[in-house]
């Protein structure tokens, strides 16, 4: 920032507060016209970005017993660090996998609108399920790295859905971001 910007935010910085009580009342009315809709159904909500208690009924969050490798629910609990049988049949190249919910009904459809109808605001909300079921994989990692979408798919759908939710995970947990770590 040169001379110049600075002083120029500085003289800005007293009459912005106007501007702001201005958009803040312009907020107000807009929500009085359009109050906040559940991000799965039209339902109206206290907030913006958040479930109707209907929708936040219907996900299935997955939880412990599960498989330690690949994070599949385990009906009964057998007990601490017990894997799957298709985890020894056929090991995977990584050492754990973990989903937030179980991908049917509202969950789908969250996941189905975010990736095909450039609802990105979802984004937010889905990544702090991820970091719910991150088993401690999140808070213990150096870094976030998207997986990273195919140069054709990305022009078609103009925004990555794995470096939306990597960019507010990454917030959430305080973790450095390596977006174009990862090429395809
Ligand atoms: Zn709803």
């Not at 039209?42 to 970005?49: K, L, P, Q, V």
């Not at 219907?58 to 049988?85: M, W």
């Not at 507010?168 to 971001?177: G, S, T, W």
Request: proline fraction near 7%.
């Amino acid at each position: 920032m040169g001379a110049g910007e600075g002083l120029f935010s500085g003289v800005l910085s007293k009459s912005a507060v106007v501007p702001r009580v201005a958009r803040d009342a312009l907020r107000s009315v807009f929500r009085m016209i359009y109050p906040p809709t559940c991000a799965a159904c039209t339902r109206m909500i206290g907030a913006e970005g958040a479930l109707c208690p209907e929708c936040w009924r219907d996900i299935v969050f997955i939880e412990r017993p599960y498989c330690e490798i690949l994070g599949i629910p385990f009906v009964r609990d057998h007990g601490e660090n017990i894997v799957s049988a298709e985890a020894i049949a056929d090991p995977p190249p990584f050492d754990r996998l973990r989903a937030a919910a179980s991908h049917q009904g509202v969950a789908r459809k969250l996941v189905h609108r975010l990736k095909y109808q450039d609802r990105t605001e979802l984004a937010r909300l889905m990544a702090l399920w991820m970091l719910r079921a991150d088993d401690g994989a999140v808070s213990a990692c150096d870094c976030i790295v998207p997986v990273p979408l195919h140069c054709y798919r990305f022009l078609r759908r103009r925004f990555n859905q794995s470096a939306e939710l990597a960019r507010h995970l990454a917030r959430a947990a305080d973790k450095p971001l390596l977006a174009g770590t990862l090429l395809r």
